[in-house]
């Protein structure tokens, strides 16, 4: 069973998805970690073990795939179906529609995704650039989330590198007050707050820890967690899958040099990233901004976060960009 189910006094939908029980140890792991190498459904010789793939790219010898898309074998929701709306007493509920696919970035799995070349990773980003483009013509579908979980602490429970998509048919509350605060700040001062916020970084530079000419990494003003950091694009757009193919390659350099650095100052941290955009059935907005928050998995959110929605960070932005500025990788990102 798939359902959503709204929150009546927040808002707020949760997915019910039942199936996703049946996983393997989804609740009992022996493992203190997710280690990388070892038997893999990823793997090349086991395709036949994941469901039948969407897209693959090919640059190995031989013409064999280096990435590929495939739907998930537990998803949380199913492209199949009506979308439904219903009743239950005071409550309101719908159809569990959605798209839920899994991109497997390697066919190594010893591998990690920052330790892969700049052209590999550019793949991933084409990727979720191709089939969210794919998706986005189904009209029932709003919202694109596109995520990676690295390690155990972040939610992972594979450990070949790999990253994933979920298609939902609303707009997550994240999303809306993220487009609601940069159109309060527009209203006002007929500016993006994003690119606002992207020139005061680069004048004030104690936050950045990386950029080039197409994008900007630093730690937030108001990071809530240690070494928090966002990648963002310097071009003004809502829109991830309206980035373009030098962008694409200029995001890969940036990443890789960002995922490096987190390595070498945390020890190879659990972490998880996710593209923050618009809704894909809407056109471009003038307020708002895509970008990418990267969270390492250092620090526990406890009772006080849940209860307030307010996070104490032990660390200043400014310190953790100058320690991971200061971890250079040994080979050129």
Known sequence: MQEFRKDPITGRWVIISTERARRPHAFAREASSVPHGGPSPFTVGNEAQTQPELLAYHHGEGGAWSLRVVPNRYPALRVEGTLEHAGDGMYDQMSGIGAHEVVIETPDPNVALADLPEARIADLFWAFRDRVNDLKRDFRLRYMVLFKNHGEGAGATIGHSHSQLIALPVVPRTCDEEIAGGKRYFDYRSRCIYCDMLKQELQTQSRIVSSNDGFVAFAPYASRFPFETWVMPRRHTSHFESVTDPEVRQLAATMK?????????????????VIHSAPVQEGPIEHYHWHIEIIPRVIRVAGFEWSTGIYINPTAPEEAAQFLRDARPASPA
Do not use: I, S, T
């Open 257 to 273: 040099q960002v995922l490096q650095r987190l390595d070498l100052a945390l020890e190879k941290p659990a972490f998880n990233f």
